[in-house]
């Protein structure tokens, strides 16, 4: 079931019109469906049977909010910085259900990991290795460690967000791990667990991922085969979803896949690391159209959200669906650019749409729910939207809407008078 959808003409998230929304938190306005998250993650959750676990990935969307209510459903969390672990700790989360990747932690964020007692530290590189081992010997700890090998992979998607082909900057060579993995073996303060890859994101099939998890028990056989014993394997996260109108990734036929090749592996709990599907389709950016403007043969529609709001679009060239809110408007249907107010030709949220659209009008930027506020900035000095969380006919503020003293919090003049 769609928790976002028209009723009687008017768009609509779970009980409240989304213009009723815009009317009482002004725009532009971030606005998630809680019932759509949660259906979001029983969908992996019904085909994921315990031991294994779900890590969401904290990046996608990081609201207090959010993660209290994943908390609340057993969710474990993937964290890449020591702030994403301080927010899984305030909403309620363990260190132990985290387990923590990223290229280039510093010391700092390594030493305040261990001492929360984290899950599992997801090591990139033989460097960061050594530098884990010195921090837990001097806290008189043994770091749970996995390495996270570079399965060499195409996941036919964005060149940004491919991270799992030679090319990138992620992981360990498959073809270097095995030194690294002994090394880990043999370090004193190195509890080694497990092995993880993540080869990308927004990945439409289920071929790219079990290559990959295929080349990954393989590698559990020959770490055995060292006499090394692997407890866990992290396949990552990346699972599409249908911005445009393509046929959807099939999760149960992945993850079922995934179950079957690790029948053979009773010893191996089996993790991923799921973020833009467990919230992408569950958010609406809601933008008001401030002026319409037409010169020479192009037509814009100016809003008040832009990329410092929403950066995809700018970033990737992503495409989001944009729509009117309301269907019963009187306004004729045109063909629009709609840009947003940073001074910048690259700031837009969508070409040459069909929109039937008048002077301060609302639109909804649909799939706002994943990397939408978590990109966000404050350039041109544009304070950042309010967040507000919609559960059947009641909705709450679960960030308030910045104002101009939070964008320069911290800032000193030089002089006074
Ligand atoms: N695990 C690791 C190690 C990751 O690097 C990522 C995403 C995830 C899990 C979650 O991937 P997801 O399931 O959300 O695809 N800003 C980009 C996406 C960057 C993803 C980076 N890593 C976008 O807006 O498309």
């Known amino acids: 079931m769609m928790h976002i ?31 759509q998250i949660l259906a979001n993650w029983h969908r ?18 990081s609201n207090l909010a959010i993660l209290e209510l994943l908390v609340a459903q057993g969710a474990g969390f993937d964290i890449v910085s020591g702030g994403e672990l301080k927010r899984v700790l305030h909403a309620g989360g363990s260190a132990k259900s985290v387990v923590f990747s990223g290229v280039a932690k510093s010391t700092e964020e390594l030493t305040y990991a261990l001492e929360q007692g984290i899950g599992c530290i997801n090591v990139e590189s033989a460097a960061e290795l050594e530098r884990i081992q ?35 900057k992620f992981g360990i060579a498959m073809d270097d791990a095995m030194p690294v993995f002994q ?38 056989d020959n770490l055995q085969q060292q006499g090394i014993e692997l407890t866990h394997l992290d396949l990552g996260g990346g699972f599409g979803v249908t911005y445009e109108d393509v046929e959807p990734l099939d999760i149960q036929q992945y993850l079922t896949g995934l179950l079957d ?31 319409l403007k037409h010169s020479n043969d192009k037509s814009f529609a100016l809003v008040d959200a832009g990329m410092n709001d929403m950066l995809r679009p700018s970033l990737y060239q992503a495409w989001h669906e944009i729509i009117a809110v309301s269907k019963d408007n009187n306004s004729t249907d045109k063909l629009v650019d709609v840009v947003g107010p940073v001074c910048e030709t690259g700031c837009f949220l969508g070409h040459a749409r069909h929109l039937n659209v008048a002077q301060g009008d609302l639109l909804a930027i649909k799939y706002a729910g994943a ?30 809407r910045e104002t101009f003293d939070d964008l320069i919090r911290g800032e000193r003049l030089l002089q006074r008078d």
Not at 11 to 34: C, F, H, N, W
Not at 46 to 53: A, D, L, M
């Open 5 to 35: 959808d028209f009723y009687q003409q008017q768009l609509t998230m779970e009980r409240i019109s989304v213009a009723d929304l815009a009317k009482q938190y002004g725009t532009p306005l971030y606005a998630y469906s809680k019932n």
């Open 44 to 61: 992996f959750q019904q085909y994921w049977p315990n031991p294994h676990r779900l890590c969401y990935a904290v990046k996608a969307n």
């Open 134 to 168: 010195e921090v837990a010997k001097s806290l008189n700890v043994m770091a749970p460690v996995s390495l996270r090998v570079n399965p060499d992979v195409d996941a036919k998607t964005h060149p940004y967000i491919a991270t799992g082909m030679k090319a990138n």
């Open 183 to 220: 090394r880990a073996h043999n370090l004193s303060h190195i509890s080694l667990i497990g092995a993880d890859c993540h080869i990308g994101s927004q990945i439409m099939s289920a071929g790219p991922f079990l290559d990959a998890a295929k080349r990954m028990f393989h590698l559990v």
């Open 261 to 291: 090749l690790a029948k053979e592996y009773p010893h191996i709990t089996l993790l991923l690391e799921p973020g833009r599907a467990i919230v992408a389709d569950a958010g609406l950016l809601i933008t008001k159209v401030e002026y």
């Open 371 to 400: 990397y939408g506020f978590t990109m966000s900035s404050n350039y041109n000095t544009r304070a950042r939207p309010a967040e507000v969380l919609v559960d059947g006919n009641e909705s709450f503020v679960i960030r308030e």
